[in-house]
């Protein structure tokens, strides 16, 4: 009696249908192994049930069963027999038999004669139960070499993230398709000015930089995330989101996060920024032209002065206002006409609002006060052409915050606030003078964080400014908006006092209660 497998509990299924058979069978079984737990069966289709339901280490089948042939019957199964060895057993030991019992798959054919007595049926049992399980290990081990290579092939060997191939193949396999948002952000990220970590520190620096950096950006990520090493110091991060603001919110927090943290090299913290594009799109529409809309992004946030986060949506605007100033012969006006009626398609109801109407309330009402002030007629010319282009930084603002009803998010309130900067790059662009793009990026400045006196040249320079922030802020409370109803002329007018000194300039507080026209404008 063969002990190789004593210590290994050994489950045997056995499909005969005569009974004296099965019990020989049975006995000559336990006989060799006293440890073994055996089954009998007498059909094929009550063996196909066992092996559908319970695993077994080896399987031994009568080749004439009442309703199959073994070598049928092995067939069957093959798919819940995958790892189980199949020994047939038959009183002919015809040739044909023989060969058509191998040709199913099976380990060892033994005659019934030999499978009653003595130890062939066991050794045969043992043997295909060890080759089996050795052929298993070598399968297993296989596999995990093949999934290595795999993953070998689609890492990037610096930072072991994912490689331009992985993300390849999440296309192709349509990784986020059952996805219930059914929407994805594209993040691209680069590291600003790494050439002077490497020219400064080391290229061994750069190396650990862009380890750390990889390392922590995986940190913030879910399982429903891919960060892929897209090339040199780019990163790309392909997340399900709600929405672009909640893209952009979750793109602004992580850049925060790196901006803050710094990188440790040797025995010194140095500190990096990021800059980053966000593409949104839905799940159908991944591929590299979504990555080419994020990193459009991302050279955007690049131009603009690096360490801060940018949209497609922005590049797209950017890139008609460039191409409104490529006609030399139009006046800045018109060059802003034109701007507006190719961006148009890509606004919403509010933006388009805010860039028309509102600013055009604002443009009239801010030269009425400009008059009451005596200010010099092109100052008056400037602060009424600053009011039409005041908020033309909102058009890359996504809609969805513009029209939220409720308190925005401190990081949606960040977001908004950023629009005076767009505004007045956008007017610089489009050819505007330095003192129209002032008064808009200001515009948005309190009167008590502006250090200057009346009696300054600085005083002349904020001026516009002043009058646009009275001018916006009384032309937005007049307004009926999703978060607020329209106040009265004279309810607007008595919050303007309230803030006199402290959010508005005094001056441009007492004039616009002095303009007849604004009850006319009100209306």
């Avoid at 400064?200 to 390392?215: F, I, K």
Wanted: glycine content about 4%; charged content about 30%.
């Amino acid at each position: 009696m063969n002990h190789v497998l004593d210590h290994n509990p050994i489950r045997i299924l056995v499909a005969e249908d005569n009974e004296s058979h099965q019990h020989l069978l049975l006995l000559n079984i336990v006989d060799q192994q006293a440890g073994a737990e055996v089954r009998v069966v007498s059909k094929g289709a009550d063996l196909l049930d066992c092996v559908r339901r319970d695993s077994y280490d080896c399987v031994v089948i009568d080749f004439n069963l009442p309703d199959f042939r073994a070598d049928e019957l092995v067939q069957q199964a093959a798919e819940h027999l995958t790892a189980t060895p199949v020994v047939i057993v038959s009183s002919n030991t015809d040739q044909s038999i023989v060969i058509d019992s191998f040709r199913s798959g099976v380990v060892d054919f033994v005659p019934k004669e030999d499978a009653m007595v003595g130890d062939a049926l066991w050794r045969s049992i043992e043997h295909a139960i060890m080759e089996t399980r050795r052929l298993n290990k070598e399968r297993r081990e296989q596999d995990r070499r093949e999934r290595y290579l795999a993953r070998l092939a689609e890492s990037d060997q610096l930072t072991g993230l994912f490689n331009r191939r992985y993300f390849e193949r999440c296309i192709e396999e349509g990784r986020w398709d059952n996805d219930r948002r059914k929407t994805l952000s594209v993040v691209m990220l680069d590291i600003d000015h790494f050439k002077q970590v490497n020219d400064t520190h080391g290229h061994h620096a750069g190396d650990d930089t862009l380890c750390q950096t990889a390392d922590f950006i995986l940190s913030q990520i879910d399982g429903s995330d891919v960060i892929v090493r897209w090339g040199g110091e780019e990163f790309v991060i392909i997340r399900p989101s709600a929405s672009l603001v909640d893209s952009m919110i979750w793109a602004e927090r992580l850049r925060r996060l790196i901006e803050h943290r710094g990188i440790r090299l040797a025995d010194q913290m140095i500190s990096i920024t990021v800059s980053t594009g966000v593409h949104e799109c839905h799940v159908d529409e991944l591929s590299r032209g979504a990555i080419d809309r994020a990193d459009n992004a991302m050279y955007l946030a690049k131009s603009r002065g690096r360490n801060q986060v940018c949209t497609s949506l922005m590049a797209d605007m950017w890139k008609h206002a460039c191409a409104t100033c490529e006609n030399h012969e139009l006046e800045p006006l018109e060059k802003f006409e034109r701007f507006i009626k190719a961006a148009s398609p890509m606004m919403g109801v509010i933006q388009k609002n805010h860039t028309t109407e509102h600013a055009e309330q604002v443009a009239t009402m801010a030269r009425e006060i400009a008059k009451v002030l005596k200010l010099p007629d092109d100052l008056q010319n400037q602060i009424h052409a600053a009011g039409l282009l005041h908020d033309i930084g909102k058009c890359m603002i996504p809609e969805a915050i513009l029209a939220k009803r409720g308190r925005l998010t401190l990081m949606e309130r960040a977001i908004v606030s950023k629009h005076a900067e767009f505004g007045a790059e956008t007017a610089e662009v489009l050819g505007f003078d330095k003192q129209i793009c002032r008064f808009i990026r200001e515009h948005h400045t309190r009167y008590d964080a502006m250090e200057s006196n009346n009696e300054s040249e600085e005083h002349v320079a904020h001026i516009g400014s002043r009058v646009l922030c009275a001018t916006d802020a009384l032309v937005t409370m007049m307004t009926c908006r999703t978060y607020q109803s329209p106040k009265s002329l004279v309810e607007a007018l008595r919050e303007l006092r309230q803030e006199k000194d402290r959010q508005f300039d005094p001056d441009v507080v007492n004039a616009a209660h002095f303009i007849e026209s604004l009850f006319s404008l009100a209306a």
